[in-house]
């Protein structure tokens, strides 16, 4: 005798409901409206006391923001940015290529030279450049090791801004380095190896394949460096250059007025410093053409 089973029941599907009379009820965010609440009331405090405190004292300020002793410390500042910025990253790719070549003493050079000038501090390499004559009175140029035929004075050749430049382009050469290579090596080897098969030469490679793409990578910590290093250097202030940190401090050690004269110092790194994020957001979308996102 066969045994035959029944076959398995099923559940009737449940009938559609209709959606038309749903009632939508919005995701509540307390906390974040509570956030937004307290930041607001913080700002508005802030923005009120900038307004009503006269220990800002607003018409000192106003008084010396555009002055001309202000404005010729703003122009040395920005000197100093663009020459540390074009020597730095100048020096900083050259160091990155020899990081990323086959010949393991380039690579001991450049990695001996990031260490270095990374573990440094930029302001004991300042005052080293700035007291170079005291180690050497004259630079030869001649023969190694050799008779000189010809010498300059260190004094007359490495002054002030001179030190202050080279010291800042060298420490800025060691950032560069690293941000450069690590540009470098986000951008795919098989890119690479399909341009050798098809011949391109190696410099062609590099120049038309790798940096457009590198740049992408780039870019963000470059302008991040460009920046620090806009602010960075207040430190020349210790040799006496008369750049805007340096400058107010005179100002303020002469008149009194700590507060506003800082304030004038503040204004306008916030003004360039807004400038450069600009500069910035162009540069990178200029070489965002072409991405995914």
Known sequence: MSLTSDPPRTKSAPEPEDLGALKVVPVRHPWRWAAVIATAVLLAQFAHGLATNAGWEWDVFAEYFAADVVLKAVWVTLQLTFYGTALGFALGIVLAFMRLSASPFLKAVAFAYIWAFRSIPLIVQLLFWFNLAYLYQELQFGIPFGPGFFSFPTMDLVGAMSAAVLGLALHQAAYAAEIVRGGVLAVDS????????????????????????AMRSILPNAANEVISLFKGTSIVSVMAIGELFYQVQVIYGRNGRVVPLLMVATAWYILLTTALSILQYYVERHFSKGATR
């Open 190 to 213: 098989g890119q690479l190896e399909a341009a050798a098969a098809l011949g391109i030469p190696r410099l062609r490679q590099i120049r038309r394949i790798v940096l457009p793409q």
